[in-house]
């Protein structure tokens, strides 16, 4: 959508719509698109402040996932380490012969 107010009856500003997962290949083209013969002189700017929070909350989202994740591993290993723990506590507690032997 072009607003007027610039040289040359050209436009000043130009706002676009585009679907979040075309951003990047937008971008790369919009200059050439809006001035084919000059386009270093037309300026891109950042996406919306909309599309930017979105990718923070979705790369934040997914390095809280990923946390979640490791303590849940982490926690795991922590009861593996438990259960292998017993025996050797309730050994402990025997005489050393009854200990040692082998179950028959």
Known sequence: M???GGRAGR???ISTRVASGRV?????????????????????????DALAAQRATTSTL??????L???????RGQVGGLAGLYPAVRAS????????????
């Open 2 to 4: 072009p607003n007027g």
């Open 93 to 104: 507690r025997l005489p050393p012969t009854e200990a040692l032997a082998t179950p028959t």
């Open 11 to 13: 436009p000043s500003t």
């Open 69 to 75: 994740a490791a303590k849940r591993r982490q926690i």
């Open 24 to 48: 990047e290949a937008v971008r790369d083209v919009l200059a050439r698109t809006a001035n084919p013969e000059e386009p270093r002189e037309v300026r891109v700017s950042r996406p919306s």
């Open 62 to 67: 997914g390095g809280l996932i990923l946390g």
